[in-house]
C-alpha cells in the first residue's frame, strides 16, 4: 500500500495504525492529512513537585527542550495532549502551545475533555499549526460541545473545498458526525428541514427520541450519512 493512499484511508476512518496518534487525529478530525507527512515530537507528560510549581521552573525546562530540538532533530511541530483545564492550558499557552482540538467527550478517568495543543518548529509545521488552529476555531462554533463558547469565533456558513472533502467522508466512509458537524449545518443551511429530518431534530436537540425509532443509533448514523449523501446529489 503506498502511502498516499494511507493517508486517504486514515482521514476516513478506514485505518488507524499504531502510534503517531496526535497526527491520525489531526487529520481524521481536522482533515488535516499534511500533518501524518511532516515530523513530529509527542510531550507525554510534564511533571514537577508542588514545591517547584509555580516557579517558572517548567517553562524553563520547556524553552531549554526546544532549544535542544531546535539543533539536533529534523522536526516540524511538537504536540502535547492533557486533560483540558484553563490552567493548564495556560501553562502550555505560555510555553508556545497553541489549542487546535477538545475531544467530543470527557474522559472517563479524569472527568475532563482531551486537548491537543501544538507549537510549531519548522516553516512547514507553522503551516500546519495555522490551519488546524483555524479549522479549530471555525469548527468548534459550529457544535454543541459544552465549552464551545469558550473558544468562539463570528460563525462562517460558507462551504468550501474542505467541507465538501470532509461531508464526502462522512457519507461514503467512517468519518464520525461531531468532526463533521461544522460541515454538516453548511451544507443543511443551503436545504429545507425537511431535507434532513433526523439531522435537523439532531442540531434541534431533539434527537435522541428519533434514535430510538429507527432501531437504535448504528442505524441512526447510518441514515444520516444516507441524508448526507442526498444533500450532496443536490447540490
Avoid at 472527568?111 to 501544538?118: D, E, F, G, Q, T
Amino acid at each position: 500500500m503506498c502511502e498516499m493512499e494511507l493517508i486517504t484511508q486514515i482521514c476516513r476512518g478506514e485505518r488507524r495504525p499504531a502510534g503517531n496518534l496526535v497526527a491520525q487525529s489531526l487529520a481524521f478530525n481536522a482533515h488535516l492529512p499534511q500533518a501524518l507527512q511532516l515530523q513530529s515530537l509527542r510531550i507525554s507528560r510534564l511533571a514537577l513537585l508542588p514545591q517547584w510549581q509555580a516557579h517558572g521552573v517548567g517553562q524553563r525546562f520547556m524553552h531549554a527542550f526546544f532549544q535542544q530540538i531546535q539543533v539536533e532533530n529534523n522536526v516540524d511541530f511538537v504536540s502535547v495532549s492533557f486533560g483540558y483545564t484553563p490552567e493548564l492550558a495556560h501553562f502550555w499557552q505560555k510555553c508556545g502551545f497553541i489549542l487546535v482540538q477538545i475531544s467530543e467527550r470527557q474522559e472517563a478517568s479524569s472527568s475532563c475533555y482531551s486537548a491537543i495543543m501544538l507549537r510549531p518548529i519548522s516553516a512547514q509545521g507553522q503551516a500546519l499549526v495555522e490551519q488546524a488552529q483555524h479549522y479549530f476555531q471555525r469548527h468548534i462554533s459550529l457544535t454543541f460541545h459544552p465549552l464551545a463558547a469558550d473558544f468562539s469565533a463570528p460563525i462562517d456558513w460558507r462551504l468550501n473545498e474542505q467541507d465538501e472533502v470532509i461531508l464526502k467522508n462522512f457519507a461514503f466512509f467512517h468519518r464520525s458526525l461531531f468532526s463533521s458537524l461544522a460541515a454538516i449545518r453548511r451544507l443543511m443551511a443551503l436545504f429545507s428541514p425537511k431535507d434532513c429530518p433526523l439531522l435537523t431534530a439532531y442540531c434541534s436537540q431533539a434527537g435522541d427520541d428519533q434514535v430510538q425509532q429507527v432501531g437504535g443509533k448504528k442505524n441512526w448514523l447510518k441514515l444520516c450519512r444516507l441524508e448526507v449523501q442526498n444533500l450532496l446529489k443536490k447540490m
